[in-house]
């Protein structure tokens, strides 16, 4: 794989001129693609049904990794004369102890590898949701294993490169409707709903674009996707009937998959995958509720206690290994009914968000509302919605003798990020934000998969 090469490199004995383009992302996506594909021929589609060929790129992947970790601040001291051999990278893995989000929080330089230059690298903010946000430098892999993983993963859900994809939001800060592309992403073309934001006024608009768009997939968080279900049943939308509807980013409840699938006709697929990485693995369309990994670029372990253990192999610039994210699953081995030669995960757990219901009855995404907080110098802080168009906000801040002027400054702030009839900011202590010795979850929510799943399978109200 070859990288662009930074400014201050020769180029074909003439020196290159940085340009403002340099970090443009439609272009880095668009060269991805041709990256990818190539990639994708030479290592994802040989390994697609191949046992011995997958092995063989993992365990030489692996023992890049482990060489490239031995060049960090962190890894080095580790993995002094260890051998880093193909032969013996697996058994030296095992050595090595589990890495936590706060270790990497707590020194997140000490695992750069100085082996991509800064103008080159790719930096991927972490949403925060098990956790506080933190940023992970990558290169260009990112883009170009993930299109030619993407590719293959396409193939098996029966999807080819310049499908139309329909994704669903819930973001109050994104539009009701936007168009784009989405090169290394199986050169997709996309159009983007805000569900939230659909009403009687807009709904037709939106469903003409819609059935104009004949998108053959519908990709979006369980939560907005379920939140496109209310919609039609309130008959603002009508639901499109795509080849397959695709979520990622939070587990599923099997009440929530059945209804999904039973919603739009077609089938559902589930995705798993962190901003540390990218994509880990996909459900398989042959064995649901399992879902293969992508051995080439990731090494996926579990740990006695049944925490993900993961290791980047294709990162040039940061190297984690047995990174720990906090969910739990369990790998099985063995051969799959689609012969696919991948391990799988199942019984997954990990995260679920919810929704809040603004003053106008509208459910919208957490995230502007996560942000905004995050920003604060607060030890932490916990959303409670009971009510529809009501916000409990309390906040632990770092400083308490700064604490009632700083909830007066919040109050303004999340107001403006969601618009709600009553919002209440408290300060508290920091152990009030503490139930039994652990930490209380972020979102105290009415809106949740479960509670959307109930309410659309069955035709109930929400509360
Ligand atoms: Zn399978």
Redesign the pocket.
């Known amino acids: 794989m070859t990288y662009p090469s930074h400014p201050k490199e020769r180029h074909c004995g003439r020196k290159m001129i940085p340009h403002k383009w340099w970090h443009s992302q439609a272009l880095r996506e668009a060269r991805a693609v041709g990256d990818g594909w190539r990639i994708f021929l030479d290592v994802y589609n040989a390994a697609a049904r191949d046992p011995a060929a997958l092995q063989e790129i993992r365990a030489e992947r692996l023992a890049q990794s482990l060489e490239r970790a031995a060049q960090t601040e962190f890894y080095a001291p580790l993995l002094q004369g260890k051998d880093l051999s193909i032969q013996a990278a697996a058994q030296t893995l095992a050595t090595l102890p589990a890495l936590s989000k706060s270790v990497v929080r707590g020194s997140p330089k000490s695992f750069l590898t100085g082996l991509v230059h800064e103008v080159d690298e790719l930096r991927v903010q972490t949403s925060g949701t098990s956790g506080e946000p933190m940023k992970i430098v990558h290169d260009d892999s990112l883009l170009t294993e993930a299109a030619a993983a993407g590719l293959r993963m396409l193939e098996a859900y029966g999807l080819a490169p310049g499908y139309r994809l329909l994704r669903f939001t819930s973001d109050p800060r994104h539009k009701l409707v936007d168009f784009g592309a989405s090169p290394y992403n199986g050169a997709s073309v996309v159009v983007t709903v805000n569900i939230s934001k659909i009403d009687r006024e807009t709904c037709e608009y939106v469903n003409r674009i819609c059935e104009d768009f004949r998108p053959h997939a519908v990709w979006g968080q369980p939560m907005e996707v379920l939140l496109a279900m209310l919609r039609q049943r309130e008959g603002l939308l009508r639901l499109p009937k795509p080849m397959r509807v695709l979520t990622h980013g939070d587990t599923l409840d099997p009440q929530a998959r059945k209804a999904i699938s039973a919603s739009f006709g077609a089938p559902h697929s589930d995705l798993y995958g962190l901003q540390e990485f990218g994509r880990v693995a996909w459900e398989?369309?042959?064995?649901i509720g399992?879902y293969?990994v992508e051995e080439e670029r990731i090494r996926v372990d579990v740990a006695q206690d049944g925490h993900l253990l993961i290791t980047g192999l294709v990162n040039k610039a940061t190297a984690f290994l047995r990174y720990q994210p906090g969910d739990c699953a369990e790998i099985l081995r063995g051969t799959?009914?689609?012969?696919?030669p991948?391990a799988?995960l199942t019984k997954l757990e990990g995260r679920q968000r919810g929704l809040v219901v603004d003053a106008q009855g509208q459910f919208v995404s957490v995230k502007p509302l996560r942000l905004a907080l995050e920003a604060m110098p607060l030890d932490r802080w916990q959303v409670q919605q009971d009510v529809p168009g009501e916000l409990l906000v309390r906040v632990a801040p770092s400083d308490m003798a700064a604490g009632e002027r700083m909830a007066g400054d919040l109050s303004d702030i999340l107001g403006k990020v969601v618009a709600m009839k009553q919002l209440t900011v408290e300060t508290v202590e920091l152990g009030e934000l503490a139930a039994g010795g652990e930490k209380a979850p972020h979102f105290r929510l009415l809106v949740t998969q479960e509670s959307m799943s109930g309410s659309t399978s069955s035709g109930t109200g929400l509360w």
């Open positions: 398989c369309p042959d064995s399992t293969h799959c009914p689609c012969g696919r991948h799988r």
